[in-house]
């Protein structure tokens, strides 16, 4: 059985490229994917792209042409939920497109055709990415300079939002978490692709689930503090954390 390991970016992933064993590289679709075994499990390596459309069309490539048997996301997000720091890691539990509004014809996020606003990932491969969350914390804590990530760092579990839109002002960030908190969706994160997989592997029964680092705080500062930690810290992270979750598997 197959794995596949969605990053949207090439800094989230480069560190399991280099890892990964009789490796073949393809091309699909205009992506490129990276097929092998990464400690011991059949896995592929592809980029999302950023954005829904883009994670979807890469989703719908894995399952159709490669016949993985799961998919795990693991990347960064910005943190919105109270408590949510840079450096934290969420497990998603369930996600909603937080730009998705087809009122008055449908109540504002809800899906359209699936009667539903919250699309929920798989229970038992998101246990197995907490355990490996909180494995990867815990060695992690005390090695990230303060500017990037704070002192204590925590795991997460609950609600991830995903829209096409890189959440990057505070009055923003504020106004999306208390419209949807008002709605019964009390929001953890924002990042732009893991509904969009979710609603794909929901549709063909495959078993999703999905980690994020907080890279920022989705306000002001976003746009500094995402690129300085993708570069410095979502590799490693994303290191330990596959290589945990393939091992429990």
Known sequence: MTTAILSALLEEQSGLVAMLQYPQRRVHAGRVFWTGSLHGRSVVLALSGIGKVAAATTATALIERFGVARIVFTGVAGGVGEGVRVGDVVVAQDY???DMDASPLFPRWELPG???ARLACDAALSALLLEAAHACVASAQGQFDLKT?????QVHHGLMASGDRFVSAAHESDRLRTALREAGHEVLAVEMEGAAVAQVCMDYG???AAVRTISDRADDTAHGDFALFVQTVASRYADHMVQSFLEKL
Do not use: D, K, S
């Not at 990530?149 to 760092?153: D, F, K, S, V």
């Open 149 to 153: 990530a704070n002192a204590t760092l």
């Open 96 to 98: 909603v497109q937080h």
């Open 206 to 208: 495959v078993p999703f």
């Open 114 to 116: 699936y009667a539903r």
